[in-house]
């Protein structure tokens, strides 16, 4: 709520916010929710990261080596240390930042749109709702890694299919969500108002149900996008993601298993990447649930 | 109650022929040819043929569809495309390993986490609670191979403490599979404490601001009889829906920590699996997972009948 404003009149126009007011705000709302502030902070990090990495002191992460292997970390030029075929991994650490980030925003966005889609299309049909609703529960109950592994057996590994079977496992959760918060919305009184007067079923989902379970959306794409992260990195490790060449976390990780007594930094690195930016989403998650949704009593 | 465990019983069978179902349609949905893809490009016509048969792919779609049904319903899962075992066998040698795994982590993390969500809404705001919660957050956030990775360089490599990798049957050495399961427990049971540890706190928390906990206290109930008896008896049905609801996560979880562990089980299976697109033995397991979750969140919704006397099965 912004302090400046005076009146709530219809007519009065509010006064212009400053540049500086929208910042003290933003602040103002980051003091009262550390969670966000810190989530959104490692995210931002990594962003920069994934973009500015060709210029933050990298060179090719796939170039190997073969006279620089298992250089240990802390040495000029190799600050993380070289690998077993001598690939920086420093380079390769901050390169792989854009196979998750890629990964997690675009399973997020992937899953949350066809979510949103079939949700609604299952809230307001019955007979829609009986099949697909099946189908999303058998789906369900198959654990996701094991789900993902099965579709890569198929796709074959790749980025681009990485995005899809990831986002073929998450769309029945995200189905769900919507799904339910459509079941609660379409009995209230706002709703069979705008029915009254005339409104038709697709006017009244995308007029008045759609902007009513947005915030619970951008809630849940980050629950989707920091476990798509994760799960792009088991992928990776099982040997069912990219290529073992693409510098990702869990490509990384699974090169380095059979040196794990020689060069533990090897698997050290990636691990520290991956935790933080998986805890950087999943905390802005937590902050985006208690800021959007203040009916969620903060207990803490 | 027995009427109620056969309709859920009955309710049970759509989720399993849908899963059937869609990993019937694994193999057909994907693009292009499964049998090429299997064999390969250098492959000889002969070798093609001989793949597209033993998948039964030469036969029409709903054929194919009322095979897999009739052998399912038999419990035949198909035969590997390496080496002509049956699917079910080689599954049935492999399901111990995977759920000593699942079974230790479940009952490790509820040890933990169960009483540390209890002590944080006890002790609601304090540090206690704090520490709680950012363990369970961190315990979101830490990939499991990189923790497994850890542990097993920490306490196989470095201190020696436990074996590092491989399994022992328990008909074997009982001493040294309970050894054997330690450090893959540790690594598994993270992200499972996490879940079930929040969910704990934040169930008691709701439970102690009832009514009836304020009477208890001041009629002078001693504070544990308090919290175990009154507070915890309510909120055991949410916790015990919430440690079903991880059991899939758990799983998944187990399909990892098989492969860093390197313990023989169906998650090393399905890997192996995968390499060489042994589609028969990849969809044999996943439809066992699924099945396992199936049952056991069945199992689940019957104990609630056990847990709240007021839960009558209409």
């Known amino acids: 709520m912004n302090k400046n404003q005076t009146s709530t009149s219809a007519w009065v126009k509010p006064p212009d916010l400053t540049i500086k007011d929208r910042v003290n705000d933003l602040l103002a709302l980051l003091k009262r929710h550390p969670n966000m502030a810190v989530g959104l902070s490692i995210f931002l990090f990594a962003v920069l990261i994934a973009i500015f990495a060709p210029v933050l002191w990298t060179s090719d992460p796939s170039m190997p080596a073969p006279l620089e292997r298992f250089t240990g970390p802390w040495t000029t030029g190799h600050w993380f240390g070289t690998d077993n075929i001598g690939r920086d991994i420093w380079s390769r650490a901050l390169y792989g930042s854009r196979i998750s980030l890629t990964v997690g925003v675009s399973v997020a966005v992937i899953a949350i749109s066809a979510g949103t889609i079939i949700g609604i299309t299952a809230g307001y049909s019955h007979k829609f709702d009986m099949v697909v609703m099946r189908f999303m529960d058998g789906l369900m109950s198959i654990p996701s890694i094991i789900l993902a592994i099965a579709l890569m057996a198929l796709l074959g590994g790749s980025v681009q299919n990485v995005i899809i079977a990831l986002s073929i496992t998450e769309i029945p959760i995200a189905t769900r969500v919507v799904r339910s918060a459509v079941l609660s919305l379409r009995e209230r009184t706002y709703i069979e108002a705008s029915r009254s007067i005339g409104a038709t079923t697709p006017r009244i989902m995308i007029r008045h149900i759609l902007p009513n379970i947005v915030a619970p959306l951008i809630v849940h794409a980050t629950y989707v996008a920091s476990a798509a992260v994760l799960l792009e990195a088991y992928l990776s490790f099982l040997g069912a993601g990219p290529p073992e060449e693409i510098p990702s976390w869990g490509n990384m990780v699974a090169g380095a298993k059979d040196y794990l007594s020689r060069a533990p930094y090897m698997i050290i690195f990636p691990g520290l990447f991956l935790t933080f930016t998986v805890l950087g989403m999943s905390l802005s998650g937590d902050g985006l649930r208690d800021i959007l949704d203040p009916k969620i009593k903060r207990r803490s | ?314």
């Not at chain 2, 035969?79 to 230790?104: C, D, H, N, W, Y």
């Not at chain 2, 706190?201 to 009629?219: F, G, H, N």
């Not at chain 2, 066992?288 to 099965?313: M, Q, T």
């Open chain 2, 1 to 314: 109650m027995s009427g109620y465990i056969i309709r859920r019983l009955l309710a049970m069978i759509p989720v399993l022929l849908v899963v059937a179902l869609v990993v019937f349609a694994l193999i057909h949905i994907a693009p292009g040819d499964p049998a090429a893809l299997i064999v390969g490009t250098h492959a000889t016509e002969e070798k093609y043929d001989l793949i597209r048969e033993s998948l039964g792919l030469n036969k029409p779609m709903y054929i194919q569809l009322g095979i897999w049904f009739g052998n399912l319903f038999q419990g035949d899962l198909g035969e590997s495309l390496f080496g002509k075992t049956s699917v079910t066998e080689m599954i049935g040698q492999r399901i111990v390993p995977t759920f000593s795994v699942a079974a230790f982590t479940l009952i490790f993390s509820m040890a933990i986490a169960i009483p540390l969500g209890i002590i944080a809404a006890w002790k609601a705001n304090s540090w206690i609670d704090r520490s709680v919660m950012v363990f369970t957050t961190l315990g979101y956030s830490v990939p499991l191979f990189w923790l497994g990775f850890i542990l097993m360089w920490a306490f196989a490599v470095k201190l020696n403490w436990f074996p590092a990798i491989g399994y022992t049957a328990p008909t074997e050495n009982v001493g040294d599979y309970f050894y054997h399961m330690v450090l893959p427990v540790l690594a598994t049971g993270l992200v499972v404490m996490a879940l079930i540890g929040r969910m704990t706190r934040a169930t008691m928390l709701e439970v102690l601001s009832e009514d009836y906990i304020r009477t208890a206290r001041s009629k002078g109930l001693a504070e544990t009889r308090v919290l175990l008896s009154h507070a915890l008896r309510n909120a055991m049905l949410p916790i015990i829906t919430v440690c079903g609801i991880s059991l899939a996560l758990l799983l998944g979880g187990v399909v990892v920590t098989e492969n860093v562990f390197a313990i023989p089980g169906m998650g090393r299976l399905l890997v192996n699996a995968l390499s060489h697109r042994d589609y028969p033995v990849i969809q044999g397991t996943v439809l066992v997972f699924a099945a396992i979750v199936a049952v056991i969140n069945l199992l689940i919704d019957l104990s609630y009948g056990l847990l709240d006397p007021r839960i009558r099965y209409k």
